[in-house]
Each structure stands twice: as C-alpha cells, then as structure tokens.
C-alpha cells in the first residue's frame, strides 16, 4: 500500500514537473504579441522542415507563401498585404528602402549575424545591414556540355561564346530583359548598371548577333531541367540551379565569363506594415544559425552566407565537393550587384521584347 | 415584376465592385502618365501613339488576331461536322457524347497545356503551330456544344418536309440546318475567338519565349518592365477590339436571323 502510494505521489510529482518544464510561462501570444508569422520568399528555396522545427520549438504558425519574381512581389506588397518576413533580391531591397516599406532588424535578436561570411555584409543596397540579413546568394554565368565544348574555350570567350554560329541550335538564353542586357553590357565591357544611351544600344545589338549567331531558345526556369537531360550544349544560368544541373549530370561544366557578371544576393527583410516584426527578428536569426542554413542550402543548392555552411558543403565530403557552380566567385573587381532603375528597367524590357521577336 | 428586379441588386452591386471600377482604374492608368503618387493625374494620350505608331506591336497585334481567327475557323471546321454527327444520334447517346465532350473541360487548362508541351516537344514544329494546336485544342468543346445545342433544338418535320418538296439531302443542309443553326456557330465565336484573343498562358507555355502575343505582351509590361500605364492602354485597346468584334458578330446574328 505504501509503495503504491509513494508511486503515485512520485508519478504526480514528476507530471507537475514535466508540465512546468513545458509551460515555463512561455506563451507566444504574450512574448511577441500574435503566434502568427506571415513569411513570403520564393518557390522551392527553403527546406521546409526548418518551418515545422521553428514552428514546434516557439509554439506558433507559420503562413508560408510564395512569389515567382521580385516584381510579383512588389506589387503584392504594394495593394496592401502584410507580411513578417519577406526575401527579395538586393536592387528590390535598395528600392523598398528608398520607399522607406521596411523597418529596422533587431540586432540585439538577431545575433548569429557574426556567423555570416564578411563578402555578403555591407554591401551597396544596404550598407550596413539596417534592414536586411543575407538569405542565399549566386552568380551569374555559363552552364555547358563538357563533350561538345572545350571548357578553355569557355574560359577564354567568356560570353562571346554566344556569338559563334558553330553553335546555333544549341543554347538556351534566359528570359529576363535584366540579365540578358547584363551579358551584353559585361561583354562590350560595361558596367552592367550602365545608363549610357549608346552602351545600352551597342548591347542591344550584341544581343542581336546573338539571336543571329546561335539562334537561342528563350527559357526560363525549364531551363534547368533541360540542361540536367543535357538537351542543349550551353545556358545561361544562375550558379545556384547551375548546382543543382552539375549535380545531376557529370558532363556538365560552369563557367563565370571573364569579362565579369552579376553577383545577386537574396536577403531576409522585415515589411514596414507587418504584424509581428518581434517574432520575425527571431525567425531571421533561427534561418542563419548554422544548423538551419545548412539544411537550406543543401536543399535549395544556392551559396548559404553562413561560413561554416559554406565551407563544410563546398569542402571535403560536402554536398557540393568538386562542383564548380556552388561557390559563387567572391572579390573579382569586374563582377557587380544590380541597382534598382526603373526606367532603366522599362527600356530593357521594351529593347529585349525586339530581340525574342528577332526585329 | 419590380420586387423581381430588386434580387438584380447584388449582381449590380458585383458588376459596379468588381467589373466596372476596375475597368475605370485601367482607362485612368491609360490616360495617364507615370508618376510615382496617385494624386498628380497627368492626362495624356501617348501610350496609345506609342503602341499604334510601333511596327513590333501592330506586329504582335497582327499575330493575336490571325491565330485567334484561325483557330476559330479550325473550331467550326472540325466542330461543326462533330455537332451534326452527335445530333443525328439517339436521345441517349447524344447526352453520353456531350458529357464526353466536356470532360477535358473538368481538368485546369495549364495542366492540359503542360501536358500538351510534353507531347509537342517531341515534334519539330513551328512555334506557331505548337500555339493553334493548343488553343483548337483548349476551345474546340465551347464551339461544339454551342453548334449541338442549336442544331438539336430545331424541329424535325422541317427536314421531312424538306424531302417532301423534293430537296436532296445536301440542298436540305443548305437551305435549313445551316441557317438555323447559325446562331449557335455565332455563340461559338464569340466563346472561342475572344479567349484566344487574349490568351497568353497557352503561347507562352507551347511557343516559347520569343512567340509573344497581345496578352503576354501585357504582362511583360506589367511585371517586367513595370509601366502600368502603357500596360492598361494596351489592355484598353484589347478591350475596344473585343467590344467591336462582339458587336459585328451580333449584327451577324440579327441579319442572318432576318434573312
């Protein structure tokens, strides 16, 4: 009898216990205000149990949306949608502070930031990091089939490869007015921000040998399938799904031209009008935090900013040992991030509709 | 009658929120120059000389046109034969044919279209051809249906009477199936030409990316380049063509009807 009542007392004392350990006071709705949190990225460019593991550690929900393009983005967020954390690319976040629509990042939460390499901080869009946490990040360049093209010939041409009619029929261009230009532009040797009137129209024409030279199928995101099955010899193509083709097919190689490229970073912002920007600043520092942004950019195959991430994957037995697109080439003077221009934007696109319809 | 008309109310109300207003926002974008602030209207009609006075976009005009009006000529083509064929048949075979008509219907129209760009990849053709075998795919049921209703609507001593008076089988199609059931062909245009006027999910998925119709032309403008107002005016013109062919083809129907 004894025993069995010493039992039951122990078995209520260790429940108490247990329930205490659980509870702890800890309640979201108290600690940041709501237990929603709102975030908005890009499709496939997240490993999705990093949600459910935030999600179960802080107790709250996550509404987890998706946007195609920073355009796209914009003009959602524009009508008036509220979200926590959203994560644009760098000329987006430059022109979302200039339109003052974000706030501040918390760094005293936010404190893994000391864990991110020294080449995503501080960089034009955002000097010094007020605003936005890097998220991923990549390069610009050249994916192509090893058993058609000489990888020196690559090297040695840069983006002039796209000029040379022993290819025709066999690349695939990306279609983005932006990006496109850029090629142009980097091969005149440009800026690739230029506005100069007669730079934009020389690289009008480069794109115009271009569709005469090696006649290109216009993509965009089938491309990477396509490549992976090597149904074309060359693409242009962010490193990031650059990765993701090198790893599927061996006879892939990459290739960031010579005569430079854009350097793009998507990073983590919190909107001005969200609704629970407390619990976004602790979301911001859970996805950089070592373990988080390995799982990511395992999955995702883009650049992580995290260091050690970087280096582990990229290293000895990584995921990416050996494949020439994961890590993005840092330092390389020629190399540029874009800066946010509408107009500039506008008359692209109009020059670039031209070149699809071969005018 | 009158307490009839006030259940009119919220589909009024519907029509002012969700058609009209927007509507009225695109005719101001339309007329406007850009500015970043919504309160300095500056009217101006230049996005219209821009896209009339630009060989490129009468080009892409041009193409929206002639492919939505092939394809309506191949819908009565294949449609119309397929209509009379399924109404000469019996009651109940004729209800099972329509149900199997409008089943690829039940199935999203992308998923159709990605499954079509599967098939097309195969082939080498024109990205043009790629597009029409899309959207005669995607519009042939509405055409059929329309030209089924009116030809089983129509009586059958009229054809009786037909042989009769001495007329052949083929004289009797001439003179009473087909223009009786010309009203239905009618419906059937303004369901197929005027979707595939502005369709720009099929182009953009089976013609790749340098086919660019009127619709993806609006698109482009909208998100890529970001300049709404030449966006809606190309929208606005869209729309005027679309009022204007739907008017000529009700004018159609009431002389036809006359005649």
Request: net charge negative; charged share 20%; proline share 4%.
């Amino acid at each position: 009898m004894k025993k069995i009542l010493s039992l039951i007392l122990t078995l209520c004392l260790a429940a108490g216990l247990i329930s205490a350990a659980v509870a702890e006071d800890y309640d979201p709705v108290k600690e940041f205000g709501s237990n929603v949190l709102n975030v908005y990225n890009w499709g496939e460019y997240i490993d999705k149990d990093v949600i459910s593991r935030f999600e179960k550690e802080y107790k709250v929900k996550v509404n987890y949306s998706l946007f195609s393009s920073n355009e796209e983005m914009y003009v959602k967020l524009q009508s008036g949608a509220s979200y926590d954390v959203i994560v644009p690319s760098d000329y987006m976040i430059e022109r979302l502070i200039r339109e003052e629509k974000l706030q501040a990042i918390d760094k005293t939460v936010v404190t893994n930031l000391d864990q991110l390499l020294p080449e995503v901080m501080g960089l034009s869009y955002d000097p010094d990091n007020t605003y936005s946490v890097p998220y991923l990040w990549q390069n610009f360049g050249i994916v192509y089939d090893t058993t058609k093209i000489d990888p020196e010939t690559v090297e040695e041409k840069g983006w002039d490869i796209f000029l040379d009619p022993q290819y025709a029929g066999h690349a695939y261009m990306y279609d983005s007015q932006r990006d496109s230009f850029m090629m142009g532009f980097k091969a005149l040797g440009y800026s690739a921000n230029t506005e100069n009137e007669e730079e934009i129209q020389a690289a009008y024409n480069w794109l115009r040998e271009v569709d005469k030279a090696v006649k290109p199928a216009y993509v965009t995101d089938e491309v990477i399938d396509a490549m992976a099955n090597g149904e074309k010899w060359m693409a242009v193509v962010y490193s990031g799904d650059a990765a993701y083709i090198l790893s599927e097919n061996e006879d892939m190689g990459f290739c960031a031209p010579k005569q430079g490229t854009n350097v793009a970073y998507d990073a983590m912002v919190i909107p001005a009008n969200a609704s629970n920007p407390k619990l976004a600043n602790v979301f911001i520092n859970y996805v950089i935090d070592y373990e988080n942004a390995l799982a990511i950019s395992e999955e995702v195959g883009y650049a992580s900013p995290n260091a050690q991430v970087l280096e582990e994957l990229s290293g000895p037995d990584g995921d990416y040992e050996g494949n020439a697109a994961y890590l993005p080439r840092t330092g390389y003077e020629k190399d540029e991030v874009y800066h946010d221009n509408q107009t500039l934007m506008t008359e692209l696109a109009e020059l670039w509709i031209k070149v699809m319809l071969h005018e | 009658m009158k307490s009839f008309f006030r259940m009119t109310y919220p589909y009024i109300l519907w029509i002012a929120v969700f058609i009209v207003a927007p509507m009225v926002m695109i005719a101001l974008y339309a007329l406007t120059r850009s500015g970043n602030s919504m309160l300095t209207f500056q009217f101006t009609l230049e996005n219209f000389a821009k896209f009339l006075s630009d060989p490129t976009f009468m080009r892409v005009l041009w193409t929206s046109l002639r492919i939505a009006l092939l394809t309506t000529v191949f819908c009565i083509l294949i449609g119309y034969p397929a209509a009379l064929f399924i109404s000469n048949m019996s009651e109940r075979k004729q209800t099972m044919m329509v149900l199997l008509l409008t089943l690829p219907m039940w199935i999203n129209m992308l998923l159709k279209t990605y499954a079509w760009r599967g098939i097309l990849l195969n082939f080498d053709l024109e990205s043009e051809t790629k597009v029409f075998i899309g959207m005669v795919y995607d519009f042939l049921p509405y055409m059929i249906i329309q030209i089924h209703t009116s030809i089983s609507k129509m009586d059958r001593n009229l054809l009786i009477a037909s042989y009769d008076l001495g007329a052949n089988k083929w004289k009797t199609f001439l003179k009473v199936t087909l223009p009786l059931s010309v009203p239905g062909i009618i419906s059937g245009i303004t369901l197929v030409f005027l979707p595939a006027v502005s369709s720009f999910v099929i182009p953009k998925l089976l013609g790749g990316g340098d086919y660019v119709l009127i619709g993806n032309l609006i698109e482009i403008y909208f998100l890529q380049a970001g300049d709404w107002n030449f966006g809606s005016a190309i929208s606005l013109i869209m729309a005027l063509i679309i009022i204007a062919s739907m008017y000529l083809t009700r004018r159609m129907d009431r002389n036809g009807q006359e005649a």
